[in-house]
DNA sequence: AATGAATGAGGATTCATTCAT
DNA sequence: AATGAATGAATCCTCATTCAT
């Protein structure tokens, strides 16, 4: 009528991204089930409708999010790591950044381990893709490992990066809760130290190995501070 | 009208045991929100309101459906455990008998990881209780361990136990999909030797020299950037 | 089993008893619809069968409970009812004590007023009877005042029964919703003031003379139209 | 599947009123408890979740409803009133409108009675506003009847106004529960009397004031038929 | 491309009342 | 007389998704 239909056009790669912006502070908020498309839609500055337009479902929308989650730690990730040299260093990098992606998303990890990860259609997806290149970095690293001899070579390097991710997630559970924090600090370096040397008492030599190596996590720690100098 | 009030009285426990049976099977086939309270009525051969006699709601009859699925486990662990000596030996057998859990009943595993351990409440619940005292023969063996000199003693307890369930969770999700098996036997053996000799090769003699090298390196090369500050 | 079973026998009489105290207990704090039989047995001490031993049904439990409410009003009032003399003195007396009434238990009022009063079958009721004996004495008031010529013999007692328990309702529906209260002693005499004296100003020797005035004029017009048809 | 959607788009008001008008009849017909949504959507010709797009839930679609119904009567009786002089003739005319609404819908009228008055929130709602309006115009009358010396100033005007609506009320009971006829003509014509006079006997001036008063309402109420010819 | 009204399936839960024991 | 387990009907409301405009 007399009321003015005020249409903003913008350009599909904006209102995608508002969306997905929108989606992720709502997700974040209220998890899968409690959020509802019409408020991701009106923080979103759209209608309901137009969500259908750039996203298939709800389901979809959510492992968007995720997916460009995914995406961003890797991209992030990526250059600190090549500057990281050394199996041990490299995989203490890896085990700290993931402590601190869940430790600053609780909310996106715990949908993702909750509702995406249990999904069926999961290996299908996108996201199972970048999962499986964000955790493979474990994986190549253990071949490396195995190559330079520095890692035994009977280790599955798939059950190592499971047991890496697996033991960090259940470690974080509480936190996920919202019941409690932990200090990925402390946690990376004691994580790595049981994954690589295990749990058995061994002579001498390896307690030598075992100092010479919390020496060089203390030099790789201050590495970055020395060169930014 | 002309239906018949046929009224069967049984006892409690079995009522409740009726219901409890009717409610895994219909949990474990359909999944929490698929499940629905009119079915596991019919199947426990009661009416709907009868349920809420015995259960306060839905999800009090999943955490209670979950805990007698631990009490089982535990109970029927207990005298096995009991009678395999060696911390190895142990560890292996709960290891085992974890992965034969979640094989075994794959559907109720992903219950508790999906919809029970999220919960904000889980930790006041029954089954936290429960899951931390199955989770805590763990620890324990590695006190033990400890104690008897075969475990080195600046490992955290807690975080072993992480690690290990962590690591058969994070394997098993793909069966929990039902996307293909696993071996226990073998992935027990696996897992019980990386844990327990960790990544490490064991004869390091050079790779020591080697390190001690490179630290020296790193300090000289930090020296600068100390002295600048 | 082993368990005694603990059945107190009480008199009839005093079961009854302790099961209405109980209902109008929770009847008053909950209302009807929110109060639920079980607490009412739980807080008598007895089961929730056995109410139906000595009430018909909820409703009927709730009848009882007003009934007797009322007979202790009546029984109350009686005595020093009895004491007062004079029409306008017992007016004011029963309009003060019907106001005390609904000020001390307001609860219970609402619950007469909000499903008792409207029900169907009300005018069967015990408590209807109860009723209208307890409002009837304004009508014998208002009788008695017009045989010793202090009240006109031309308004209708039920009317001014009405009138003032109408009055009364009305001015305290917003106590009832818990808004404020109200001050007995200064509304008893205003209404008792109003009810007997009326709007109108004493002196009307020459709005009278006025209105015969208009009066004439509203005939003459009149006369034309009565004409016409 | 072979169910055609068949989306019939009407303006928002028309579906809004349409709606509204399923309720008021079912509402009227059934009682607020009795009446159940899927009725008023069949009615409506809607589908029940169609309801909450323009109405918050049951309880405030019946609120909605009722405020209709005021403001139809309000503005009903706002030009006649108007056209109605004199103080008794218009506080009459009030008194008989008010008792020809509760005759023509006394199913609506014990909603509001029963149901939302008693609401505790009843005193934040459109509704009591518009009530109040409703009412407000026997306070104002009684206000300008003190200015232009009609009325003793010592009354108080709410006390007036919960006179009489109070009076109708309670008189009306009966007939709510349909149990009975009243007659609006007589009962106006009894209740303004009463409410203008009081009991109390007085002395002749009275009686011919009274007398009067009689005369000038035949006249009132036969005006708008003279007028109408 | 955007709108946003309409769809419509879907299910847990309550609780007064009964009646076998 | 007392118990209390069993009954089972009954319904409001949500919200992802569609599609006419």
């Given amino acids: 009528m007399a009321t003015k239909r005020r249409v903003s056009r913008l350009s599909p790669e904006r209102r995608r991204a508002d969306i997905m912006t929108a989606a992720r502070e709502v997700f974040s908020e209220k ?20 969500i259908y337009r750039y996203f298939k479902n709800k ?16 991209s992030t990730d ?11 260093n490299r995989l203490r990098f890896i085990i700290h950044r993931h402590l601190m992606a869940i430790k ?12 995406l990860r249990p999904d069926p259609e999961y290996r299908k997806t996108k996201l199972f893709a970048l999962n499986k290149a964000y955790t493979n970095r474990v994986v190549e690293l253990v ?4 190559e ?11 059950l190592v990066r499971d047991m890496i991710f697996g033991a960090i997630e259940h470690r974080t559970w509480a936190y996920l809760r919202n019941e409690g924090g932990y200090d990925p600090d402390t946690l990376a370096d004691q994580l790595t130290d049981l994954v690589s040397f295990g749990l058995r008492k061994k002579d001498q030599t390896d307690e030598i190995a075992r100092a010479v190596e919390m020496l060089e996590g203390a030099i790789a720690r201050l590495q970055p501070a020395a060169g930014a100098s």
Same sequence: chains 1, 2, 3, 4.
Wanted: net charge negative; with cysteine; aromatic share 8%.
């Fill in 148 to 158: 330079n001899g520095e890692i035994r070579p009977d280790v599955s390097p798939s």
């Fill in 59 to 74: 389901r979809d929308l959510l492992f968007c999010v995720s997916e460009s989650w995914f995406e961003e730690m890797i």
């Fill in 104 to 115: 600053t998303h609780p909310d996106l990890s715990r949908l993702v381990f909750q509702h």
């Fill in 31 to 50: 998890g899968f089930n409690e959020a509802v498309m019409s408020e991701i839609a009106e923080r979103a500055g759209v209608v309901e409708g137009s």
């Fill in 78 to 88: 990526e250059p600190t790591l090549a500057a990281v040299t050394g199996t041990w």
């Fill in 143 to 146: 071949r490396e490992g195995v």
